[in-house]
C-alpha cells in the first residue's frame, strides 16, 4: 500500500465486541469496544509495518503494510506477480512474509536493473522455516488474564 494518507475501515458484523487496536511503531491506535453494525476507520500516514490485533479475540490478528513507493504486489496462488510498468532504473526488491524472519526477508532482497526488455525474475524462495510464534499481548503489553469476561484489559485499567 502506498503511503498517501491510506485509510482502512473495520466493520463489527458480529454481535459481540471487538477492539481492534496496534502498538506499531509506523501507526499507533485503539478502536475500543465495538460491535454490530458499527465500523471504525483508522488513516495509515507513515511507512512501515503495522500488526493489528483484537483484545478480545487473541486469534484475531492481521498485517498491514505501509510503503513509501508506487511500485508494489502481493503474490498469486503460483507465487507469480506482476509489478506493473516500473520505469528504467536500478532498484531494491524486497519480499515479505508476515512469518518469515528478519534473516530471512533480507536473504531474499535483490538488486535489479529495469531496462526496456521485460525482465524475467529467477525464482526467490523464502523459508517459514525459522518462523516463532510470539505470543499475543493484549493492548497494554501483558497476557491475558484467565478472566474471560476482562475483554483484553489489564486489570488495574478496569478500576
Known amino acids: 500500500m502506498c503511503s498517501s494518507d491510506l485509510t482502512v475501515e ?11 487496536f496496534s502498538i506499531s511503531e ?6 475500543g469496544l465495538y460491535k454490530h453494525p458499527e465500523s471504525k476507520r483508522v488513516t495509515f500516514d507513515r511507512p512501515g509495518r503495522v500488526d493489528i490485533l483484537c483484545s478480545i479475540h487473541t486469534q484475531m490478528s492481521a498485517v498491514i503494510l505501509v510503503l513509501d513507493t508506487p511500485y508494489f504486489a502481493a503474490s498469486k496462488k503460483d507465487g507469480s506477480l506482476d509489478l506493473g510498468n516500473v520505469p528504467a532504473g536500478n532498484y531494491k526488491l524486497r519480499i515479505f512474509h508476515e512469518r518469515a524472519t528478519g534473516a530471512a526477508l ?12 521485460a ?4 525464482l526467490i524462495s523464502l523459508s517459514e522455516s525459522g518462523y516463532v510464534e510470539a505470543p499475543h499481548k493484549n493492548k497494554f503489553g501483558h497476557d491475558y488474564g484467565p478472566d474471560p469476561d476482562d475483554h483484553g484489559v489489564y486489570p488495574a485499567a478496569r478500576k
Not at 473495520?10 to 481492534?20: G, L, R, S
Not at 531474499?108 to 536493473?113: G, I, K, S, V, Y
Not at 525482465?119 to 529467477?122: A, G, I
Request: aromatic content about 10%; overall charge negative.
Open 106 to 117: 533480507l536473504g531474499a532482497e535483490r538488486r535489479l536493473t529495469i531496462t526496456a526488455d
Open 119 to 122: 525482465l524475467q525474475l529467477p
Open 10 to 20: 473495520w466493520p463489527n458484523d458480529d454481535d459481540i465486541f471487538h477492539n481492534v
Open 26 to 31: 509506523a501507526k499507533e491506535f485503539d478502536l
